[in-house]
């Protein structure tokens, strides 16, 4: 494939180097394109050495007496020649540019007359990261379509840690293969039911039990399945997400919702996901009012939740069933319990307590039980991987 790798001016640009070499070395075709900035902390020659074309600098650059025509109408050549535009590391410069269609350098032009995937792979400061207008422009390019590869945590340039350290080559360059993966129906005339995020429970009116489920797992399995051709129905516990356009959408609160949304939305099902993370107690009589402070310790009761996956394990009429297991320890002995007990053709087993992956986290690392004694492991990657790993397997089980 061809690809146009843009390098914007951040201590992180030296890193792009070694990123240009690994995608070349994967087959790509690479131009590169450096902003002023970038040129700042590294040289063009180094990546023509790498890539073995031109690169480019200046909007102007080739601008002769007898070019102007050419020079000036370059990025639309260069952005007609390539299939992706891969910007590492994107500065909050280029995001702000890119986000408000600015177009002062050729980066930047060339973003606008660009038909094909963008992947931006930001890098500074932790405090820019999570400024405000950062944020609503990171925000504004994901709508589009484009893929942000978020940058990682640790010590950054200057002194202060934190996110903002551009992700790691490889991450990169998966999210690359991932855009360049030729895109399957082969969910088509499939109706997935999916579960996601936490319940609550309350406890009064003002207080709850819940968990710390960010609903991103079930949201990247809702999106991958309506990639694929599926029809999706999401019931969706209270998370800070916006739903994937397409999926219809039962906003719930506690088990009993979740419960009841998912069995009204059963009929039309052929594969059932529970990924939510439901509670397995609740308070056994939330107080109508709020229950007042005390010096004195109090204790609450707590009875069973409704265990929906078993219910549904009992139910079974034609649709498949997969459920998920999240355990600290064990988990393959645990998920094989599960899969027997809950009646499920597959589970979704993965570690939790750790930082990297499960709850909160992008990232995720699962293995899938299956009902013939197989056991598949698949690799820490982003959430949205994940889903098409765990979907692949879905659309083998399927009878259609
Ligand atoms: O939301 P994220 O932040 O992205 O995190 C993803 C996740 C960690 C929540 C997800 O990957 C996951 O593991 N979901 C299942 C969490 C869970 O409740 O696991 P469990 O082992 O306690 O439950 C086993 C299965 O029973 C699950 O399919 C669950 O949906 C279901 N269950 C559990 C309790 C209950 N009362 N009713 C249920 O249906």
Redesign the pocket.
């Known amino acids: 494939m061809r690809i146009v790798l843009g390098v914007s001016g951040g201590i992180a640009a030296y890193k792009a180097a070694e990123l240009a070499r690994q995608l070349v070395r994967n087959g790509h075709d690479i131009t590169v394109v450096l902003t002023k900035g970038a040129e700042e902390f590294i040289r063009p020659l180094t990546f023509a050495s790498l890539t073995g074309r031109k690169v480019i600098t200046d909007i102007f650059s080739s601008a002769s007496p007898d070019a102007t025509l050419s020079s000036a109408v370059e990025h639309i050549g260069v952005a007609q020649e390539h299939d992706l535009l891969l910007v590492a590391p994107a500065t909050a410069d280029v995001i702000g540019k890119f986000a408000h269609g600015l177009a002062g350098d050729f980066l930047s032009t060339l973003y606008l007359a660009f038909p094909g995937p963008v992947v931006l792979a930001p890098a500074m400061n932790n405090r820019m990261w999570e400024h405000a207008a950062v944020v609503a422009n990171v925000a504004a390019l994901r709508a589009r379509g484009h893929v942000i590869v978020e940058p990682g945590e640790g010590y950054l340039a200057c002194g202060t840690i934190g996110p903002g350290r551009l992700a790691e080559n490889d991450k990169i360059v998966a999210a690359v293969k991932e855009v360049f993966r030729p895109k399957v129906t082969d969910l088509a005339g499939e109706t997935i039911l999916i ?5 609550r429970e309350p406890i009064d009116p003002v207080r709850y039990i819940s ?10 399995l809702a999106e991958a399945a309506l990639e694929r051709g599926a029809r999706v129905l999401l019931v969706s516990g209270p ?1 800070n997400l916006t739903p994937p356009s397409g999926a219809e959408v039962d906003n719930v609160q506690t ?1 009993q919702q ?2 009841d949304a998912v069995f009204a939305r059963l009929p039309d099902a052929t594969v059932v ?8 107690f609740r308070p056994s009589n939330p107080s109508a009012q709020k229950i007042k402070k005390t010096a004195a310790r109090i204790s609450l009761e707590l009875d ?9 394990g009992q139910k079974r009429n034609g649709f498949l069933l ?6 600290t320890e064990n988990l393959r002995e ?1 998920a094989r319990k ?1 899969l027997e007990s ?1 009646n ?1 053709d597959m ?4 570690l ?1 307590g750790g930082d990297e992956s ?4 992008d990232v ?1 690392q ?1 293995l899938l039980v299956l009902r013939n004694g197989e056991n598949i492991p698949v690799e820490k990657a982003p ?1 949205r991987q994940i889903a098409d790993r765990i979907l692949d397997q879905i659309a083998k089980l399927s009878p259609r």
Not at 347 to 350: P, R, S, T, W
């Open positions: 579960t996601a995020g936490p319940t968990n710390r489920s960010s609903g991103k797992m079930g949201y990247a998370v088990s979740m419960r996901i529970k990924c939510a993370a439901v509670a397995d069973p939740a409704p265990d929906i996956l078993s219910e549904l997969i459920g998920f297991a999240a355990e645990y599960k809950k499920c589970i979704v087993a993965n939790v499960g709850f909160e986290s995720n699962v959430k």
